[in-house]
């Protein structure tokens, strides 16, 4: 008997349309760049009909609960088992799907004292099956690619959106290009697009270099753009918000801090806030904050310098890669969802970041550099007393700990810092660091250690 998925009451008709950002033109389709043909801003999918109904919403937190017990491929997805609230299809069977979300919500009491914060959690995506929170997003926008016919997919990308993009490209039979900026990201994270079979071309230019020639190339040929400029990726990475709560029972935390690099995952976890506050699903919307690495850090100049009117880049430099972004290009969403969850946005330094990776990892969770910038800019907004200690907050932790293995083992060792303008500041996270020790292979010695750790 075939695994048929469960369905549910829809809370829209099944039409969405494409809206414009700044001039909110409105269409049925999108072209190449997914650009608005008036003005050349960026473009979100919107929909009709929809509205707050009190009896919907208890229908739907039913419905998708129930689905977790499916054994359809479709219900097991963490994302397409929202599907209500997502661009709808014809079938099922036209997913591509690799059982992506449903990713846990940690609690984290070691950090939690550190912060002086008790109810502390960290919901990670680095646990999706490529390993970051792109998933989440890819499985949409992938589907939406071969729905319109294109055998090609591309991306630009510092690592993370390349090994999903390729893993889902290859899912749905379709061929996979990744542009990628020569010596600028994780080999563990290019090794990922190498074996799920993608061409990949090193470029010597930035992340930004790298963005700007994807969008001449898909003016010019049948490829299709699968970067976060794509509205359907943000549809799906929306769902996050959708499981995170979920998970709260439907009780918003205060806070939601999120990493900051080209924003499209901040811009679509605000969007999933607003649009369940419009359908009743939650009573108040948390506060959305967005932190980022002080070397790239646009969003946060933009908001001091231009009052977050026009972008102020930067020339990206970090050790948090999956973050070295300049030119963000989805900053006026970024701006639109703090004004309208009433969010923060804070810089962190290299050192912050270290340690804060350092300190999630001591909880046995582990994430990837870029994601420790939420437990540094945590403390700086409790210190600012932004956060409060009675309030709830969720950090989003974005990669897995093996994304960047070469910080971590750096870190350990102490040489990550060696050379650059904070080595002489590292040395005060040397009661963080467990580096490997090196013994003669005798019981004596392995005993010497144990009884060293235990002082």
């Not at 994302?79 to 997502?86: C, K, M, P, T």
């Not at 990493?259 to 948390?286: C, Q």
């Not at 959305?288 to 646009?298: D, F, K, P, R």
């Not at 303008?421 to 004596?444: K, Y």
């Amino acid at each position: 008997m075939p695994n048929l998925s469960t369905s549910t009451p829809s809370v829209r008709e099944a039409a969405f349309r494409f809206r414009c950002i700044a001039c909110g033109d409105l269409n049925d389709n999108a072209s190449q760049n997914f650009r608005c043909r008036q003005c050349g801003d960026l473009l979100e999918i919107t929909y009709r009909g929809w509205k707050k109904a009190e009896p919907e919403a208890r229908n739907l937190k039913g419905s998708w609960r129930q689905r977790r017990l499916s054994q359809s491929a479709v219900d097991q997805s963490g994302v397409w088992r929202f599907r209500e609230v997502l661009p709808a299809l014809v079938g099922d069977a036209e997913v591509i799907t690799l059982r992506e979300g449903n990713t846990p919500l940690y609690e984290l009491p070691q950090c939690a004292r550190i912060t002086g914060v008790p109810r502390l959690f960290a919901k990670h995506q680095g646990l999706n099956p490529t390993g970051s929170f792109k998933d989440a997003g890819m499985t949409v926008a992938a589907t939406f690619a071969r729905l319109s016919g294109f055998r090609w997919v591309a991306c630009a990308s510092t690592g993370n959106t390349s090994a999903s993009m390729a893993a889902y490209a290859a899912r749905g039979g379709m061929r996979s290009l990744v542009l990628v900026p020569e010596g600028k990201i994780s080999w563990s994270k290019l090794s990922q697009a190498l074996d799920y079979g993608a061409v990949t071309c090193q470029l010597r230019t930035d992340f930004d270099g790298c963005l700007r020639l994807l969008q001449e190339l898909v003016l010019r040929a049948p490829v299709y753009q699968l970067n976060s400029i794509n509205p359907f990726r943000l549809e799906g990475q929306k769902t996050l918000a959708l499981e995170l709560l979920e998970q709260l029972d439907w009780q918003p935390p205060d806070h939601i801090i999120v990493p900051g690099g080209n924003l499209g995952n901040s811009s679509a976890i605000g969007k999933a806030l607003v649009e369940m506050s419009d359908l009743g699903l939650i009573s108040h919307l948390p506060k959305l904050s967005v932190i980022q690495a002080e070397g790239a850090n646009a969003l946060v100049r933009t908001l001091r310098e231009a009052a977050g009117k026009r972008l102020i880049s930067v020339q990206a430099e970090t050790r948090a890669t999956a973050v070295r972004i300049g030119n963000p290009a989805s900053w006026k969403k970024a701006v639109h969802v703090l004004e309208a969850t009433s969010g923060a946005c804070e810089q962190v330094t290299e050192i912050e970041i270290a340690q804060a990776k350092a300190e999630i990892g001591a909880e046995g969770i582990g994430c990837e550099p870029a994601s420790a910038v939420t437990l540094a800019g945590l403390k700086k907004l409790v210190k600012q007393c932004f956060v409060k200690p009675e309030e709830t907050v969720v950090l989003v932790l974005t990669g897995n700990l093996l994304k960047d293995p070469d910080f971590t083992m750096g870190f350990h060792r102490g040489d990550l810092f060696k050379g650059s303008a904070d080595e002489g500041a590292s040395a005060a996270l040397n009661g963080l660091r467990r580096p490997p020790i090196v013994l003669d292979a005798t019981l004596e010695a392995v005993i010497r250690t144990l009884e060293q750790a235990e002082k």
